[in-house]
C-alpha cells in the first residue's frame, strides 16, 4: 500500500512515500521547482513521487477547517487557498485524506524517530491551526497531549517577529539572528521581558500580539539578537524544566521549527540525561510526522531520502582539489530530506585556512559574520570537541572547541560548533572522503556547508549543479 504523506498549502512544501507504513522516499518540494521555501508540490516532484507508484491514501499534516478558522480570526490572506481535497485533485491526485493534527505530526516525527520508549515531547512552533506551544507524553508508541499554549501566545512569532525588525526573512533567516546573537550582549533582555511576557509556567503568556511584527528601539542590532536569543532559552529551559520536575522523565524530544535552534538545544542537554531533536523539526518534516502519527510506528531516522543522483565520483580528485585550497561541491547518491545538507549536496572545503569562511561566504553571497559547521569522522568527534555525547549527525547541536585557532574555518565567534558527526555506516559519499582527507592530511574534519547561494534551496539534481558550478565556478562531483 502506498501512502503520501503531505505538507502543503503553507511553508516548505514537502512530500514522503510510505510503502506499507515504511517511509521510502521524502523530499521538500523546493529542491524540484529551485523556489526557497515553495508552499506548494511542484509539479517535477509529483512525478517522480509517481515512479513509485500512485498513492492509496494521503496523509496530510494539517486540519484545513481549523486552519481557515485561525486564518480567518487572524485576517491571514492565505484564507483564499483551497483545500486540500481540491487542491490534489488540481494535481491529478484523487484518493482519501486523513488530516493529522499539526502539532501531533511534530510530535511524532521527533518521538517515533527517537530511541526513547519513554519521553517528555516539547513542540516549539510558530503556529499550527491555533496551537503554538505543546508538550506531550511519548510511552511506546502512546502520545499523550499534557499541555498546549495557542495563538497570539507565540515564543516562535517573538522570534519571527524580531527576525523582521533585524531586517532579516521571517520564517527563513531565523537561523541568521541566532548566529548573531554570538557578536552581542543581552543588554536589551530585560526591558523585552518587562514589555512582552507574562510568564506563569507552564504557561507563557505574550502582552503583544506580534504576528505581524514589532516596533522596538534598539541601537545594536548584534545586542538585539542576543537578548531575544537569551530570552528564548530562558523560557524554553523554563518550561521543559517545569515539566521535567512534574513528570520525573529524565528523556527529551523536541521539534517544531524553533527546535533548528541549535544553541537552545544544546542547553537542554544540562537538562535531560538524554535528548533527541526531530532532524527535520521544521514544518517540511510533517509531511514525514504525519505519516508516522497515522502508522504509529518507530523507524530509525534516515535523511538520505531524496533525489537520487546516481554518478561515480573521483575520492582522489576531491582531495586533490581541497589539499589546493579550493573548495568542492558534492552533488551525489541520495539528497537529504531536512535543513541541513550532511553530505550528499554539500560545499566542502579545508577548515584550516584563516580567510576560508569569508572566501565561502563570498561564493555563497552570504554576510561575513555567518559561520559554518564542521563535519568530523565521528571516532575522531572528542579530539577536537568538548561533549559528554559520542555522536551529532544532524547538526542539531553545538560544542566547545577544544583546539584554539587550529580550525578557523568552522570556529563562530563564542568558540563553538554546529557539529556533524560522520560514522562508518552514514549512507553519505562524505564519509570516504573524509577518511581519505585523513589519511592525507591528519585532519579528521573538513568545514561542510549547504551546496546553494543565499536565497536558493540546495542543489538537487545534474543541472542544478551545473547551474551552481556556471555561477560561481566551484567544480562539483
Same mark, same amino acid.
Given at each position: ?28 518540494? %523546493?529542491?524540484f521547482? =529551485?523556489t ?10 509529483? %512525478? ?9 491514501q ?10 481557515? $478558522? ?11 487557498d ?5 487542491y490534489?485533485? *488540481? ?12 502539532h ?17 515531547? !516539547?513542540? !516549539?512552533?510558530?503556529?499550527?491551526? !491555533? ?13 499523550? =497531549? ?18 523582521? #525588525? ?16 554570538? /557578536?552581542? %550582549? ?9 514589555r ?19 516596533? !522596538? ?13 537569551? &530570552? /528564548? ?44 531533536? /526531530?532532524?527535520?523539526?521544521g514544518d ?11 502508522f ?43 535543513p ?35 563535519? &568530523? ?6 579530539? $577536537? ?21 587550529e ?10 560548533s554546529?557539529? *556533524? ?23 579528521? #574534519? ?27 565556478? &566551484?567544480?562539483?562531483?
Amino acid at each position: 500500500m502506498i501512502s503520501w504523506g503531505v505538507n502543503a498549502i503553507n511553508h516548505d512544501a514537502s512530500l514522503t512515500i510510505f510503502n506499507d507504513g515504511i517511509p521510502i522516499f521524502a523530499s521538500h518540494s %523546493e529542491r524540484f521547482s =529551485q523556489t526557497k521555501n515553495d508552499s506548494l508540490l511542484d509539479e517535477s516532484l509529483i %512525478e517522480y513521487a509517481l515512479t513509485y507508484g500512485k498513492p492509496d491514501q494521503v496523509i496530510w499534516s494539517d486540519r484545513p477547517v481549523l486552519k481557515k $478558522v485561525r486564518q480567518i480570526v487572524t485576517r491571514d490572506e492565505r484564507i483564499f487557498d483551497p483545500l486540500p481535497k481540491s487542491y490534489l485533485n *488540481q494535481l491529478g491526485i484523487k484518493t482519501n485524506i486523513t488530516y493529522i493534527n499539526h502539532h501531533h505530526a511534530h510530535a511524532a516525527g521527533a518521538a517515533y524517530t527517537s530511541p526513547f520508549n519513554e519521553s517528555l515531547v !516539547f513542540v !516549539f512552533d510558530g503556529i499550527g491551526e !491555533f496551537d503554538t506551544i505543546s508538550v506531550w507524553k511519548s510511552n511506546n508508541l502512546e502520545l499523550t =497531549q499534557l499541555h498546549k499554549q495557542q495563538y497570539p501566545h507565540s515564543l516562535g512569532l517573538f522570534y519571527s517577529a524580531f527576525t523582521k #525588525l533585524l531586517g532579516l526573512k521571517p520564517n527563513e533567516e531565523e537561523f541568521i539572528l541566532m548566529g548573531m546573537a554570538a /557578536y552581542g %550582549e543581552p543588554v536589551y533582555k530585560q526591558e523585552l521581558y518587562d514589555r512582552f511576557f507574562d510568564i506563569q509556567y507552564p504557561n507563557i503568556f505574550l502582552k503583544e500580539n506580534l504576528h505581524l511584527g514589532v516596533k !522596538f528601539n534598539h541601537s545594536n542590532k548584534f545586542d538585539l539578537a542576543a537578548s531575544v536569543q537569551d &530570552i /528564548y532559552e530562558e523560557i524554553t529551559f523554563g518550561l521543559c524544566n517545569y515539566f521535567k520536575v512534574h513528570y520525573k522523565i529524565d528523556n527529551a524530544c523536541f521539534s517544531g521549527g524553533c527546535a533548528l535552534n541549535c544553541v537552545a538545544n544544546s542547553h537542554y542537554r544540562s537538562l535531560f540525561k538524554n535528548v533527541w531533536v /526531530y532532524p527535520n523539526a521544521g514544518d517540511a518534516g510533517n509531511s514525514y510526522g504525519a505519516g508516522l502519527a497515522y502508522f504509529k510506528q518507530k523507524h530509525v531516522y534516515n535523511p538520505y531520502m531524496g533525489y537520487d543522483l546516481k554518478r561515480e565520483i573521483n575520492i582522489d580528485q576531491v582531495v586533490d582539489l581541497l589539499k589546493k585550497g579550493k573548495p568542492v561541491g558534492i552533488a551525489n547518491r541520495k539528497a537529504e530530506f531536512g535543513p541541513r545538507a550532511l553530505g550528499n549536496r554539500s560545499l566542502i572545503a579545508d577548515p584550516r585556512g584563516r580567510s576560508t569562511r569569508e572566501n565561502v561566504n563570498l561564493i555563497k553571497r552570504r554576510e561575513k559574520f555567518r559561520p559554518f559547521a564542521p563535519a &568530523i569522522l565521528e571516532e575522531k568527534f572528542h579530539d $577536537v570537541f568538548i561533549s559528554k555525547i559520542d555522536s551529532s549527525r544532524f547538526m542539531n547541536y553545538t560544542f566547545k572547541n577544544k583546539t584554539g585557532n587550529e580550525y578557523p574555518g568552522i570556529t563562530h565567534r563564542d568558540n563553538t560548533s554546529r557539529v *556533524q558527526t560522520v560514522s562508518k555506516e552514514c549512507n553519505t559519499v562524505l564519509r570516504p572522503i573524509l577518511e581519505e582527507w585523513y589519511r592525507e592530511t591528519n585532519v579528521p #574534519l573538513l568545514l561542510n556547508t549547504s551546496l546553494n547561494i543565499k536565497g536558493m534551496p540546495l542543489v538537487n539534481t545534474f543541472a542544478d549543479a551545473h547551474e551552481f558550478n556556471l555561477q560561481t565556478g &566551484i567544480t562539483v562531483l
